[in-house]
């Protein structure tokens, strides 16, 4: 089970951490996802870091590359996505996800198997 917070208000150049806590699972063993979807649009990938074997690889979609950083805290159980420099294209609704599959698909969003319920974030212009 994974839940999803932090999403808020925040005016353009702010910045707000989601976190994604998950519970029986260890966390290292997972590919974890951020996902989000803006009203009318579909789903699209934003961030993603691999599991430990595959040596805390992250990816970013080119739209957040230098802004968003994705992190893992084991211990905690938890997966951070730190945003910064928020535009109001940003604002969405976003989402949590975990998978296991082949590192080379962390970007599609079929390939993840369980979600959270989603955090809203709004960035006013």
């Known amino acids: 089970q994974l839940q999803a917070c932090g999403g808020g208000l925040v005016q353009t150049g702010g910045f707000l951490r989601l976190s994604c806590a998950t519970s029986g699972r260890t966390l290292s063993n997972f590919h974890m996802g951020w996902f989000r979807q803006a009203p009318g649009k579909e789903r699209e990938f934003v961030a993603a870091i691999s599991r430990r074997s595959y040596g805390d690889s992250t990816r970013y979609a080119d739209s957040v590359k230098g802004r968003f950083s994705i992190s893992r805290d084991n211990a905690k159980k938890t997966v951070y996505l730190q945003m910064d420099s928020l535009k109001p294209e940003d604002t969405a609704v976003y989402y949590c996800?975990?998978?296991?599959?082949?590192?080379?698909?962390?970007?599609?969003?079929?390939?993840?198997?369980?979600w959270g319920q989603g955090t809203l974030v709004t960035v006013s212009s």
């Open positions: 996800a975990v998978t296991q599959i082949l590192w080379a698909y962390a970007e599609e969003a079929q390939r993840y198997t369980t």
